[in-house]
C-alpha cells in the first residue's frame, strides 16, 4: 500500500522535474514527441557539420536544404543510413540538438525519460549505441523500443490481444515488416529497400533512358507527384538536370509510367519480403491477419497504388494508417503515459540503466 502511494507521488515529482519524450530516429524524418504537447519537432535526418571546426552548423530541414550545396568544408550527412547509426558522433551532436530545442519553453531541473524507436532486427551493438547516444544527450533514463510496436501502439491496434497484427513499416532506408501478437513481435524482417532506394532507381532509369543527371530530391519530388505502383491515369512532370553528353543543363517530361518502370524492381523487393514473412507466420496468426488486414505506415504507405498493389498480390486486405508518417512517434507518446503498461514490450536493458518501475 504504502509502495503504491509512493510510487504515485514519485511519478507526480518526476513529472514536475523532468520532461518525458518520444524520438522515432527515423533515416528520413526524426520525429520529437513530447509529453502533454504532442510532436514538437518533424524534421528531416539531416546534419549539416563544419570539417573545419566539428560543429554543427544546421540539423533537419535547415540542413537538408544543403545537402549537395555545400562549399569544400561544409558537410551535410544523415546520421542514420539503412536504420543503423552510421555517425555516432553527429547522431549525438543530433539528438543532443532535438532535446534540447523540445524542450526549449518548458526546461525542466532533471534530464528527460526517453523513449526512443528503433528498426526491429538491429543488434545488441546498434542499441547499445542509440541508448549511450541519447544518455550522452542529457536523458535521465532511455527506454527502447522496436518502431512496428510503437507504429502499431501509435495506430492503436490491440498488441497486447491474443490476435495476430501485421505492420509494414516503408520508411527511408529501411522497409521494417513485423507480426505482433500478445505484446510481443512473432516474426519480423527488415529489409534496406525503401524510399531513398526508390528515389536511386528513379535516377539510374533518367540517367538511362533520357542520358540526364538529376538530383535526388528532383527524383523524390517526381516520386511524390506522379509516382505509382499500379497504372494510373497518365500523368506527367517536368525534372531537370544535367545532360550527360554536353554537360549543360536540359530538362524532360517523364511520366507515370517512367517512374514505375523504373520502381518496379525494388517495389517487388518489398511485396516478396512481406510474403517472406508471412510464410514463417504461425497459420492461426495468419488466419487473423487475413481477417484484420495488414497495417502500412511509413512514408512510403503514401505511395499511389501502394495499398491495392500489395493487396493484389498477397489477397489480403491492406489498412494504411492515417497520418503513417507520425504513427511511430505517436507510438512513443502513448507508450510514455504508461510506461508501467508497457514495460514488456520494451526492448530489454542490455545494462544497469534504470529500468521503467
Ligand atoms: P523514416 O522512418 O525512415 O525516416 P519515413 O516514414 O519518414 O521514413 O518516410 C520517408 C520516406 O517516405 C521518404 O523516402 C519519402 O520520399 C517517402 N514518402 C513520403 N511521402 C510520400 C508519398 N506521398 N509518396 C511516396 N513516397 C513518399
Ligand atoms: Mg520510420
Redesign the pocket.
Known amino acids: 500500500m504504502f509502495k503504491k502511494e509512493f510510487r504515485k507521488y514519485y511519478e507526480q515529482a518526476s513529472r514536475f522535474l523532468s520532461n518525458d519524450i518520444g524520438i522515432d530516429l527515423?533515416?528520413?524524418?526524426t520525429l520529437v514527441y513530447v509529453r502533454g504537447k504532442g510532436i514538437v519537432i518533424n524534421e528531416p535526418?539531416v546534419v549539416a557539420i563544419n570539417q573545419k571546426t566539428g560543429q554543427v552548423v544546421a540539423v533537419g530541414a535547415a540542413a537538408k536544404q544543403m545537402l549537395g550545396r555545400t562549399p569544400g568544408h561544409i558537410i551535410a550527412v544523415r546520421p542514420v543510413v539503412e536504420g543503423v547509426i552510421s555517425d555516432y558522433e553527429v547522431t549525438e551532436e543530433m539528438i543532443a540538438y532535438l532535446m534540447d530545442k523540445a524542450q526549449k519553453e518548458t526546461k525542466k531541473m532533471l534530464g528527460p525519460r526517453v523513449v526512443v524507436g528503433v528498426p526491429s532486427a538491429i543488434t545488441n551493438v546498434e542499441t547499445r549505441a542509440v541508448r549511450d547516444a541519447t544518455m550522452n544527450s542529457g536523458a535521465r533514463e532511455v527506454h527502447i523500443v522496436e518502431e512496428p510496436m510503437a507504429a502499431a501502439i501509435g495506430i492503436r491496434l490491440p498488441i497486447f490481444e491474443p490476435v495476430g497484427t501485421m505492420i509494414i513499416d516503408i520508411?527511408?532506408?529501411?522497409t521494417n515488416i513485423a507480426v505482433i501478437a500478445l505484446g510481443g513481435i512473432v516474426r519480423s524482417k527488415n529489409i534496406k529497400i525503401?524510399?531513398?532506394r526508390l528515389n536511386n532507381d528513379i535516377i539510374a532509369y533518367i540517367r538511362n533512358e533520357f542520358k540526364i543527371l538529376i538530383g535526388e530530391k528532383t527524383a523524390?519530388n517526381a516520386?511524390?507527384t506522379i509516382?505509382s505502383a499500379l497504372p494510373r491515369s497518365v500523368t506527367e512532370t517536368v525534372v531537370k538536370g544535367r545532360d550527360l553528353v554536353t554537360g549543360l543543363p536540359r530538362e524532360v517530361i517523364i511520366t507515370d509510367a517512367d517512374i514505375r518502370a523504373a520502381i518496379a524492381p525494388s517495389i517487388d523487393n518489398i511485396m516478396e519480403g512481406a510474403r517472406e514473412v508471412l510464410e514463417t507466420t504461425p497459420p492461426e496468426l495468419i488466419s487473423d491477419v487475413m481477417q484484420r488486414g495488414i497495417h502500412l505506415v511509413?512514408?512510403?504507405a503514401?505511395?499511389h497504388g501502394m495499398n491495392e498493389l500489395l493487396r493484389e498480390t498477397m489477397k489480403i486486405p491492406i489498412v494504411v494508417a492515417d497520418d503513417p508518417?507520425t504513427a511511430v512517434a505517436r507510438g512513443t507518446g502513448i507508450i510514455l503515459e504508461n510506461l508501467k503498461l508497457y514495460k514488456d514490450v520494451l526492448v530489454k536493458n542490455d545494462d544497469n540503466l534504470p529500468q521503467a518501475k
Open positions: 527515423g533515416t528520413a524524418n535526418s520508411g527511408g532506408g529501411t525503401a524510399g531513398d523524390e516520386k511524390i509516382g511509413g512514408g512510403g503514401l505511395l508518417l
